[in-house]
T-cell receptor, first 114, second 118 residues
């Protein structure tokens, strides 16, 4: 079974630009969550999508948004990039039910903002 | 709000020895999951072990075991017979089991970098 796939793995943007990251979950998983990882703030929850609906959201500004498609693939978008948005963005998938245990993570997308 | 604290930024252990990583958490909920995740330099997070709060028995996975003290809100990870491949950053994480809306939300500690010396 293929794991969680994130693209692109690395990207460099400049301040003010926008970026879109993609995540393909494990087949059959309906929940996709996004996390931001930085040395200073650690791992922080961005949002979760389940069956094309956002059902949980972390404490991030509106510049961070996401969506989920009918095949459960998800994208997240960051508009008007700031230097502080430089981070590793991790996607995680799970079956999505109430009794779901662990999340399964992708390798991440490393974003550098210059 | 729930919080997770890992007070050891770095730990080191000699190969074949045992090491314990500490984690404490704060919650008012009674039903939740706790996890230890490993993040090797390749960056992909891998689940090491999980514990359901309603289970009193400590979880064990091969060389990895936990000491879950619910009343003390403590969840430490013991790695026995440490191997070079165990070198990584380890994260303790909490997930609420209350309501489906919290399914994909993990609250992580700051992580502990484990060095294994040959």
């Amino acid at each position: 079974k293929a794991g969680v796939t994130q693209t692109p793995r690395y990207l460099i943007k400049t301040r003010g630009q926008q970026v879109t990251l993609s995540c393909s979950p494990i087949s059959g998983h309906r929940s996709v969550s996004w996390y931001q990882q930085t040395p200073g703030q650690g791992l922080q929850f961005l949002f979760e999508y389940f069956s094309e609906t956002q059902r949980n959201k972390g404490n991030f500004p509106g510049r961070f948004s996401g969506r989920q498609f009918s095949n459960s693939r998800s994208e997240m978008n960051v508009s008007t990039l700031e230097l502080g948005d430089s981070a590793l963005y991790l996607c995680a998938s799970s079956p999505g039910g109430v009794n779901t245990g662990e999340l399964f993570f992708g390798e991440g997308s490393r974003l550098t903002v210059l | 709000a729930q919080t997770v604290t890992q007070s050891q930024p770095e730990m080191s252990v000699q190969e074949a020895e045992t090491v314990t990583l500490s984690c404490t958490y704060d919650t008012s909920e009674s039903d939740y999951y706790l996890f230890w995740y490993k993040q090797p330099p390749s960056r992909q997070m891998i689940l090491v072990i999980r514990q359901e709060a309603y289970k009193q028995q400590n979880a064990t996975e091969n060389r990895f075991s936990v000491n879950f003290q619910k009343a003390a809100k403590s969840f430490s990870l013991k790695i026995s017979d440490s191997q070079l491949g165990d070198a990584a950053m380890y994260f303790c994480a909490y997930r609420s089991a209350t309501g489906s809306s919290n399914t994909g939300k993990l609250i992580f500690g700051q992580g502990t970098t484990l060095q294994v010396k040959p």
